[in-house]
């Protein structure tokens, strides 16, 4: 497997990094086991606390340094790169200041005697990473499974190595111990063995479904504890009630940001048909307003996908949509030059037999729905193969909770797109994965909550 940075504003090469051997890999499992067995997972909280402190503070000073890195290896406007950077420091201090209450000891009452459940690392993990967030996928892994004592082996994306060896080297400089987060170029094929190996106790993965389903495959033959955040294909509601312009500014931004790469990104917005025209005149006219060119060029609304194999993948998909049905109202083709760009573009009149109804278009691509009320709201959003998040928009709040409630979604938010934070818990359903990251949720999912009881 080739570990290159390659800028897709230019498609130029930068740098390409060595895979790891075998035995590096071994070395590092073993690394990773030994320091699980040792005071440093098994003790007291507080130094694991105190390095994602200083790790806090080390992402905050050099904001900077690291957005640049993300921009021109995966095409993020440098504006959004400074917020996912932001975020990561937001997330370590998070978990540096709530871990030890989020696993102190949990009483309960019961006949038998006084009882509790502890909570307790369970041993190495792997952790398979994406793109589109370099920076924030890993430490939402790395950190509360740092504050919990889980060492993690991380295989992140291959078009991302930079970014990958720069937060190893943070969270080494933030004073964790070897073995404690250790970034592998590492194969398909490795990182199957390293499921398979007894020393390995969970995995975690955001991807796609594909790899979702070959490591959740291989984890469940080994019968280990795995988290999955894959696909998503989010509706953004819009209904007659709501403030339109405010739907239309949300709508477009959560469609491009990040160029679309991101998975709880607008895909499928459901309008009423009331107010459907001019809903779609409004966000015609914010697609075509973006300015698209150089990520680090801060008047840049639009950069480019993240490789030329996503653009063409998204190339092939609309080209695909458009013949079994659906009407190209903007945008629908690359953009010319040496940059892997891509069109905002607006699909509407996709029909169930398209296999546009069920895919997920990880680019600048907005599906419109047409909807005569909120019963074909809540089919047509229920009736995806993903399970992510999603928004509705509403100036009536009762509307709004009562078809948030009825959404099969991990995540809804009304009168605003989707959002992360790091108190909020983050993950969906159905093929969208299973599992939850960040917030009290997110550190429990690998620990040991063992019971204890004293027998009266």
């Excluded at 169930?352 to 089919?379: S, T």
Aim: charged share 20%; hydrophobic share 40%; with cysteine.
């Amino acid at each position: 497997m080739s570990y290159q940075t390659i800028n897709p504003a230019s498609n130029k090469l930068i740098k390409s990094w060595p895979a790891h051997t075998d035995e590096q890999v071994e070395q590092a499992l073993a690394t990773a086991d030994a320091l699980y067995h040792s005071d440093w997972s098994k003790g007291s909280i507080q130094p694991r606390l105190q390095v994602l402190q200083k790790l806090a503070t080390l992402i905050e000073e050099r904001v900077e340094e690291l957005a640049t890195a993300a921009s021109e290896e995966m095409g993020k406007l440098i504006g959004q790169s400074r917020g996912e950077v932001e975020l990561c420091a937001q997330i370590a201090r998070y978990y540096a200041e709530n871990a030890e209450r989020f696993l102190s000891p949990v009483r309960y009452p019961s006949e038998l005697g006084e009882a509790w459940v502890e909570h307790h690392p369970i041993g190495v993990l792997v952790a398979v990473e994406p793109w589109n967030f370099p920076f924030y996928q890993l430490m939402r892994v790395l950190a509360p499974n740092l504050a919990a004592g889980n060492p993690v082996l991380a295989k992140h994306a291959q078009n991302v190595p930079h970014c990958a060896t720069l937060f190893a080297d943070l969270v080494s400089q933030a004073g964790a111990p070897e073995g404690a987060w250790i970034n592998l170029f590492a194969s398909n094929e490795q990182i199957a063995e390293l499921i398979a190996d007894d020393r390995v106790q969970g995995a975690a993965l955001t991807g796609s479904e594909r790899a979702g389903s070959a490591v959740a495959q291989q984890a469940g033959k080994y019968l280990k504890k795995t988290t999955l955040e894959l696909g998503g294909n989010d509706v953004f509601v819009v209904l007659d009630d709501c403030d339109l312009d405010k739907a239309v500014k949300a709508g477009a931004g959560a469609r491009l940001s990040n160029c679309g790469q991101v998975c709880t990104a607008a895909k499928r917005f459901l309008v009423h048909e009331k107010i459907a025209e001019t809903f779609m005149a409004k966000l015609v006219a914010a697609f075509e307003a973006v300015k698209i060119g150089d990520p680090l060029d801060p008047n840049t609304t639009l950069g480019p996908l993240s490789s030329a194999e996503a653009r063409d993948r998204l190339e092939k998909q609309v080209k695909q949509a458009v013949e079994k049905g659906a009407k190209l109202v903007l945008g629908g083709k690359p953009v010319d030059g040496a940059g892997c760009f891509y069109q905002p573009t607006i699909l509407t009149g996709i029909t169930r037999d398209n296999p546009a109804w069920f895919e997920e278009f990880f680019g600048p691509v907005a599906q419109i729905y047409i909807v005569r009320n909120d019963d074909e709201v809540l089919e047509l959003a229920n009736d995806s193969h993903y399970g992510l998040g999603g928004a509705v928009f509403t100036g009536d709040i009762a509307r709004g909770k009562a078809l948030a409630s009825r959404i099969e979604t991990g995540m809804v938010y009304i009168n605003s797109a989707s959002n992360t934070a790091p108190e909020l818990p983050f993950g969906g359903i159905k093929r969208s994965g299973f599992g939850r990251e960040l917030s009290d949720l997110g550190i429990k999912e690998f620990v040991n909550q063992k019971l204890v009881v004293i027998s009266k």
